[in-house]
């Protein structure tokens, strides 16, 4: 028995300083890399919580106070939005600490940066608080959800059209005939994935001896968009680039396929799924891996994009008319005013909004009722999100083409 304990504390010594070792090894340029596997890590105890946590929740008088203990899936939903707010708070409370930092010797870049084991604890603490608290102030919190996981959808496609749009001034700006010809495959290629992608979408979703007339309608209007791209960047008034219209188009098809994906499995014009009444773990693993991944970078590239990110009020290092006290001052001056690479109070409310839009993920947006509620972002308002969010990107991209000419004054 003695020799039990002394194991056991030495194991837990031995993991404590294996964490100590970790969190003291974040540096200045992991600092991103450690926000984001903070965040995969909620994900993941979000959806462990999801499997295994009802039983427990069950059991808690503040939480289950009903007449008619409600359904199982209630309680999975329920798991994951306190998750959620944990860590929504979490990085919402960080995001207010870090307005108005404008260069690297404000000290709450150094909180920024580092003190990464008090914020591991921080966490860990709210994420329990949040299980503390009364049904209503989750309700109100998935209700606002919603309107949060919408807002991230549209800071995604922001994203996406500024790195098309840079995609292609790059390439543009060597002006060299081997990136004009990479150019046009790369384009070519894009569209003959759409093409292929929308033959198959019509294959899978609207299959024959059954009314479709929704999935045909979306995919119908997607191809629309495709075609719309092309004649507005070829118009000689826009004068546009194919690259970005193609790589649109494609992502726009990706959009609608996962729309139709998304319908509930039983649903008759789900051909995709139709022999599929359950889901295997390999599955739900691929797709909450998708999700990580695709919150993940969303979350880096907005942390990455000056067009975003940058303070417009960093300051800038300027050599003074007059220098009094010598170079060695001058140089001591410009070293205290280095300005931020980007915002860290922005970086964080990007990972504010992902909190809510996976938490949405998750619970089928808090529609997770028989089947559905057991799989990754499945359900109906997980289809209209995805079809509305393609039809936001078409419009957003088109408005990116017209909007110089409609306001030649404006700077876009």
Known sequence: MFA???????????????????????????????????FALSLIVSWIL???????????????????????EWFETD??????????LFFSILSVMMIGVKNQKDPRDGIHHGG?????????????????LPNEIISFYESMSKFGAGFFLLV?????????????????????????????????????????FSGLLFH?????????????????????????????????????SIL??????????????????SEPRDYECNGLHKHSKAVSTGTMTIGLLTTVLSVVYSAVRAGSSTTLLSPPDSPRAEKPLLPLDGKADEKEEKENKKPVSYSYAFFHIIFSLASMYSAMLLTGWSTSVGESGKL????????????????????LFIWSLVAPILFPDREF
């Open 4 to 38: 039990a304990s002394c194991l056991a504390s030495c194991c837990a010594a031995c993991a404590c300083d294996a964490c100590r070792t970790v969190v003291s090894g974040i540096s200045r340029r992991s600092a991103r890399i450690a926000y984001c596997g903070l």
């Open 50 to 72: 999801r499997e295994v946590a009802a039983p427990l929740m069950e059991k808690l008088p503040w939480i289950n106070h009903f007449h008619k203990t409600p359904d199982r």
């Open 79 to 88: 798991a994951v939005l306190r998750v959620s707010l944990g860590n929504f």
């Open 116 to 132: 990464w084991m008090m914020k591991i604890i921080s966490w860990c603490i709210l994420v329990i608080l949040m299980f503390f």
């Open 156 to 196: 995604q496609v922001v994203l996406l059209l500024d790195f098309v749009h840079g995609w292609n001034d790059t390439w543009v700006g060597y002006d060299e005939q081997f990136w004009y010809a990479a150019l046009l495959v790369v384009s070519l290629v894009c569209y003959l994935a759409t093409f292929v």
């Open 204 to 240: 899978w979703f609207t299959p024959s001896g059954h009314d479709c007339g929704l999935n045909t309608f979306f995919i119908v209007m997607t191809l629309i968009f495709v075609f719309v791209f092309a004649i507005v960047v070829l118009h000689p008034t826009v004068g546009g």
């Open 244 to 261: 970005p219209a193609s790589v649109i188009s494609l992502y726009c098809m990706y959009l609608c396929y996962s729309g139709l994906a």
């Open 376 to 395: 990754v972002d499945v359900g109906w308002p997980s289809v209209w999100v995805r079809v509305v969010t393609s039809w936001a990107t078409a419009g």
